[in-house]
């Protein structure tokens, strides 16, 4: 391949290494050089352009990347048609992503012009994601760079994803004296969301209490089942093989093989297996629907890849999966964990700027603008989340009634935010240490600024209230802690908690975001309009 200026005389069959306009004439970067187009650039007065000339024995861009490609594709993957040297592949199957790195790593040192990337080995994948991408950085390769680079790929596929297999997982919850059933109850809803995304059933929902004994005879029963994986939820962390689920494992029969891992979160995991099937004694923090080194396990035996003790001793490279620094310590010995977090939708509001309409009825991608603020809190598990009602009271509580949620009415929402704010907070059960509440008409606000909101008030347990923030101007929702609630009764008018936060001043924890959400609500026509677009 000769790379370099060439007359226009002599530029007929090249490829255009830049875009040019000239006159009447443009030539984009790597399109071919017609007979036209160099007569059109000369008539422009352009005597020379910088070019691409393909030799003998080249392979041009897009042939080497759709060769090299098909070599890649394994199981599970498909390749898209060839454009400016580069083959993009995606999964056709939920799974796990299976790289051989050893060999895309020879495939990457062949030539600087040939690479390949993908995402990291092992990475949970759906339908549809990229997963790996060849790109060719000039216009061509030698046939010999080509053959070179599939030689360094073994006869094996290097990329494929390990599809998830029909699996039966059965599920056993310790108990202790204290630990809410409501706490179960939301694991159990967690863990059908991490089977939902490979198809997985949920075979057996087993609470006993934290003892050895009875652990051990549910592990059995569950053995001898139809349960293809076992997992293990403690009511009390899992420190020592001596403790009780590792002991309960061995004297139902089973074995343990690794307890620990080099993932945060997550370090208290242990694998064990029992006739056969894997036993996950799951970290404390799979409770929380966050990613942590559970996810890992439980998605490589739900693809049917074994997980064992060599696999987990090399998951330290990218195991810290959250900053520790951010991390709420432990509390001082006497002082209580934080109850729940409860939410507040506001839903009262008449909405005169939109006219006629209730704003919070309009369709936006295909469901009423209030459900997203409602189901935003719903996701992050808030508990309960409250709805509270004014203008057009039966309409919303029409387009919200599949929803597990409680409805407040407020009487005089008339009056302004002020008294749907109250109405809302005095509703809330007692065990609820604090609240989110979320404006009805910000349907962007996601699920992940609320449990950032929620996490930074459980890291600062003694703050007020915590905010979101945009280039340092506050936005909403807002988190407002108990010792905050009993002047909420005095707010009045349309200003919300505006005036608590102010007044509350150092104790308000912001909380940066660069999501433009937390500050657009939809008022008006014109800002419907903006969103549907």
């Known amino acids: 391949m000769k790379f370099g200026p060439i007359a226009i005389a002599d530029s007929v069959g090249c490829i255009a290494a830049h875009t040019i306009r000239a006159g009447a004439t443009t030539v984009k970067k790597g399109a071919l050089v017609t007979a036209e187009i160099a007569a059109g650039l000369a008539e422009a007065g352009i005597g020379e352009i910088v070019a691409v000339r393909l030799e003998p024995g080249d392979v ?30 995606f999964a056709t199957t939920a799974g796990v992503l299976t790289v051989d790195v050893a060999a895309i790593d020879a495939f990457n040192t062949v030539d600087e012009a040939i690479t390949v990337a993908t995402l990291p080995a092992l990475k949970a994948v759906v339908a549809g994601e990229l997963i ?11 046939e010999t ?11 094996e596929r290097a990329i494929a994803v ?4 029909p699996s039966k997982v059965g599920v056993i919850s310790t108990i ?4 809410k059933p409501s706490v179960v109850d939301k694991t159990m809803r967690v863990m059908m969301d991490r089977l939902a995304p490979a198809a997985a059933v949920l075979s057996a929902d087993r609470r006993v209490p934290h003892e050895t004994t009875p652990l051990a005879e549910s592990i059995g029963a569950l053995a001898k089942g139809d349960s293809d994986i076992i997992v293990v939820f403690g009511a009390s962390a899992i420190t020592d093989r001596r403790d009780v689920i590792p002991q309960a494992l061995i004297e139902a029969g089973g074995r343990v093989e690794h307890l620990g891992m080099p993932v945060d979160p997550g370090n208290l995991l242990m694998l064990g297996e029992i006739e056969g099937k894997p036993v996950i004694g799951a970290p404390g923090c799979a409770r929380s629907p966050k990613e942590n080194s559970f996810d890992w396990v439980l998605q490589r035996h739900l693809a049917g890849i ?16 959250m ?5 709420p310590q432990p509390r001082a010995p006497g002082q209580h964990g934080p109850g729940h977090i409860a939410g507040i939708v506001l839903a009262a509001g008449r909405s005169t700027r939109m006219g006629a309409d209730n704003k919070l009825l309009q369709e936006l991608r295909g469901k009423p603008i209030v459900r997203y603020a409602v189901e935003a809190q719903l996701e992050a598990r808030l508990d309960p989340v409250l709805v509270v009602t004014g203008h057009q009271k039966e309409a919303v509580e029409a387009a919200l009634s599949d929803l597990p949620i409680r409805f407040v009415h407020n ?6 935010l002020a008294g749907s704010v109250r109405a809302g907070v005095a509703a809330l059960p007692s065990e609820a240490e604090a609240a989110v509440i979320s404006l009805g008409d910000m349907p962007n606000v996601t699920s992940q600024v609320i449990e950032r909101l929620a996490e930074s008030h459980l890291q600062q347990p003694d703050s007020l209230a915590v905010v979101p923030t945009l280039f340092g101007h506050r936005g909403n929702p807002v988190l407002l802690a108990r010792p905050i609630f009993p002047a909420v009764s005095l707010l009045t008018g349309d200003r919300g908690a505006r005036r608590l936060l102010d007044e509350a001043g150092s104790r308000v924890v912001e909380v940066p975001f660069e999501d433009p959400a937390i500050a657009i609500d939809v008022d008006t026509p014109e800002a419907l309009r903006a969103l549907q677009g």
């Open 132 to 142: 790996a991408t060849v790109k060719i950085i000039p216009y061509a390769v030698s």
């Open 411 to 416: 009487p005089d929402y008339a009056s302004g």
């Open 176 to 179: 202790l004296p204290g630990l």
């Open 60 to 89: 041009a861009e897009n042939e080497a990347a759709s060769r090299l490609a098909a070599r890649l594709t394994g199981k599970g993957i498909v390749a898209e048609a060839p454009f400016t040297g580069r083959v993009n592949m």
């Open 162 to 165: 390990a599809a998830y297999r």
């Open 306 to 321: 074994r997980v064992g003790r060599a696999d987990v001793q090399r998951m330290g490279v990218g195991g810290l999966l």
């Open 323 to 327: 900053e520790i620094v951010s991390r």
């Open 145 to 155: 760079r080509v053959e070179q680079a599939l030689s360094a790929l073994g006869p």
